[in-house]
């Protein structure tokens, strides 16, 4: 299926994140659920992992680990871009203790009903869920310290209300630090309306000059991305095993043209 119609991106991927969650709820202890990004808990080390429900492990369906990215000080308020299972969200409460809070918003209902029951399962009180969507952000202005996301901002059909909401609620001088795919060159008009490219993270993923003239029309400044992890051939062609491809999408020709065009990468920026 192609498509560019913003509506149908937002279902087709609210869908498949749905699918994801049910999956977790079915077998929490599953790491490898068939959603996302492809990469998932393997970005967690042990120590993060021990003291969290096998279901917030299991359903991080993310390109990065932005706890890690984020510098987070205890009091603070954070916000997480499509919260998922919530595992973001529990390493971040935390951080900032019990006088700070975290939000994780999420527009999957099923995805929120799995994190709250993974909040409950860690005991962790200093953390709230919200529906909702990150290009229509339910918080005041300036409320928040820190902005995190994994591998969400790149399934958004409007990503400049994105960040534009996102510099709306950070206070003056909060910190916008994300995971999210980039591209290092533009892909075919084709590829970018192909629907399984854009649930799996591509097809939306903007190419990493465009990042960053868009955070600096938002209002951010002090712009940084940095690559993590360049997707080569053989990265392709494990992730394709893993999506059904068009009868009409010539593999080895995407295959060619995405090689080396895609990656990993932790973004930061300041309101």
Known sequence: MTTTDPEAIREAVRERYATAARAVQDSPTDAAVDAGCGF????????????????????????????????????????????????????????????????????????????????????????EFLLGTIEDIPLPDHSVDVIISNCVINLSADKDRVLAEAHRVLRPGGLFAVSDVVLRRPISPKLQGLMVLWTGC??????????????????????????????????????????????????????????????????????
């Open 40 to 127: 998932g808990s393997e970005l967690y080390d042990a120590d993060q992992a021990e003291h969290l429900p096998a279901a917030a492990v299991a359903a991080s369906l993310g390109c990065g680990n932005p706890t890690m990215l984020a510098t987070l000080e205890p009091g603070q308020v954070v916000l997480d871009l499509g919260s998922g299972g919530g595992i973001d969200v529990l390493l971040s409460a935390r951080r900032v203790g019990p006088t700070g809070k975290v939000y994780g918003l999420d527009m999957t209902p099923e995805m929120l009903e799995l994190a709250e029951k993974n909040r409950i399962e860690a005991g962790v009180e200093n953390a």
């Open 202 to 271: 591509v097809a939306g993923a903007l190419v990493d000059v465009d990042y960053e003239a868009k955070l600096a029309a938002a209002g951010f400044a002090d712009v940084e991305i940095t690559p993590t992890l360049v997707h080569d051939r053989a990265t392709l062609e494990r992730l394709a095993q893993d999506v059904e491809i068009p009868a009409d999408i010539d593999l080895e020709a995407t295959l060619v043209e995405m090689d080396g065009a895609v990656a990993n990468a932790f973004i930061r920026a300041r309101a």
